[in-house]
């Protein structure tokens, strides 16, 4: 039973409120999300939820509160008997927590988007990072093969989110078809995940699709990708906050989307007669210095002035090297990005010069000490 300590804690106890079932409002669609807290769980929650479905998330216990990301959709349900969007605990490490919710909840859809996803930090705790990425998928899995099993939902569709870093060292351009050759700890567990989701596809017949997504980003991004990490520094720097960035390997090669996009695509996957793998890309490749010299050149600043390597940001393994070629999903899903290098670069910048702008309020007025990052 989970209890629930005060209005703002996110998690709801809805298990309890039905005899132990969730029960869908109407005959919406009903989505799970693992991940919900992240970037992309948050995208995908919008379009859902514009989508008329009923949207659950598995949310780790922490001792902050992780939902800032999906903090505007939220609505007590102590107030509002209408959310669409509920918060339960769960965590990737624990199967019984997995299967509980999924019984509970009676998905249509599952999206696996949980993951410890920092390629350098896989590197420092790669147990956790297997255990979480690939072994949290095959217990996931293994709690969809087991619902349907005793309930005969075989309908339930499951969506993998697999990456292109799966293809590390195999030179561009990365298709469906390109062999994988993973980096890191965290690709060689995506990998696995990848491998897992099509053998309960072909073992059990279970609708299962992995994604291979190229590196997508927002606004919304974790501060410590490097395109994030580079934005909040221009921000922070044209507003007097900051004047250095440290930085490692600028000559890495990434194909870089907008996450509000690459969401859609999960979902098509999803809506497709059969189950199949499909790379999601741009087809377009920068480095990290074009990156830095866009961002920092939209606001009149030359990142030369400002960027030092410090040798600790390169990786033991590095991926050189990543374009994707999404032919197929253009065919078959009929998607394509709406929004290209130049203007994701521009949106990220614009809304971390305006966060920068409110740290400036902080720091004046005493609040916050400017070296300090929230
Ligand atoms: P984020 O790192 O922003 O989000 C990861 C999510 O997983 C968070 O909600 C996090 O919770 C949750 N999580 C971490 N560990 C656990 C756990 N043990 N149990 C349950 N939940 C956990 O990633 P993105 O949104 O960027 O990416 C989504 C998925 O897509 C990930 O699997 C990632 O590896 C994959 N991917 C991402 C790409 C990208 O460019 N963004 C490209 C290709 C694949 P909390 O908020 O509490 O930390
Ligand atoms: P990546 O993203 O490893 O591609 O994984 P990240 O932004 O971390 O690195 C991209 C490239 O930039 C280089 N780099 C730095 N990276 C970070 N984080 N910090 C730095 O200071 C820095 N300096 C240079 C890196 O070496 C690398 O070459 C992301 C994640 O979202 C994964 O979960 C996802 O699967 C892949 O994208 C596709």
């Known amino acids: 039973k989970i209890t629930m300590a005060s209005g703002t804690d996110r998690s709801q106890s809805t298990a309890t409120a039905n ?8 005959t919406a669609k009903v989505a799970l999300i693992t991940g919900i807290t992240g970037q992309d769980g948050s995208y995908l929650t919008e379009l859902l939820l514009d989508k008329g479905y009923e949207v659950h998330g598995l949310i780790r216990r922490s001792s902050n509160f992780n939902t800032q990301r999906i903090n505007h959709i939220y609505i007590d349900p102590h107030n ?8 339960h605990y769960a ?38 990072t297997a255990d979480v990425v690939a072994t949290g998928s095959l217990r996931l899995l293994e709690a969809l093969r087991s619902h349907i099993t005793t309930t005969g939902r075989t309908h339930v569709k499951y969506y993998q989110a697999g990456s292109s870093e799966m ?75 900051q004047s250095k960035l440290f930085l490692g390997n600028l000559q890495a090669s990434r194909d870089w989307g907008f996450a509000g996009d690459y969401v859609e695509a999960m979902w098509l996957m999803l809506q497709q007669e059969k189950p199949d793998n499909y790379v999601v890309a741009t087809e377009e490749s920068h480095t990290v210095e074009e990156f830095l010299e866009k961002a920092f050149g939209y606001v009149g600043l030359n990142w030369k002035d400002h960027v030092e390597i410090d040798k600790k ?60 990052q929230p």
Request: a positive charge; one cysteine or more.
């Open 91 to 128: 965590d990737l490490t624990d199967a019984s927590s997995l299967r509980r919710w999924i019984d509970t909840i009676s998905p249509d859809e599952i999206y696996n988007l949980a993951a410890q996803s920092h390629v350098a930090v896989s590197f420092e705790i790669p147990d956790y």
């Open 167 to 241: 293809f590390g060292s195999t030179p561009p351009p990365q298709s469906e078809n390109t062999p994988f050759h993973p980096r890191s700890p965290y690709a060689a567990s995506k990998c696995a995940a990848h491998w897992y989701t099509v053998n309960y596809r072909e073992a059990y017949g279970i609708f299962a699709c992995n994604g291979i997504l190229f590196n997508h980003e927002s606004p919304r991004r974790g501060e410590n990708f490097v395109t994030r990490k580079i934005t909040r520094a221009v921000g922070r720097i044209k507003i007097g906050l």
């Open 19 to 26: 005899g132990g079932k969730v029960l869908p409002s109407s």
């Open 80 to 87: 509002a008997h209408k959310a669409r969007m509920k918060l």
């Open 313 to 372: 940001y390169f990786r033991p393994a590095e991926v050189d090297n990543l374009k994707g070629d999404s032919s197929k999903a253009r065919k078959v899903l009929g998607w394509k990005p709406k929004v290209g290098f130049e203007q994701l670069v521009k949106m990220m910048v614009d809304e971390d010069i305006e966060l920068a702008k409110r740290e400036k309020v902080l720091v004046d007025a005493g609040y916050m000490d400017a070296q300090q």
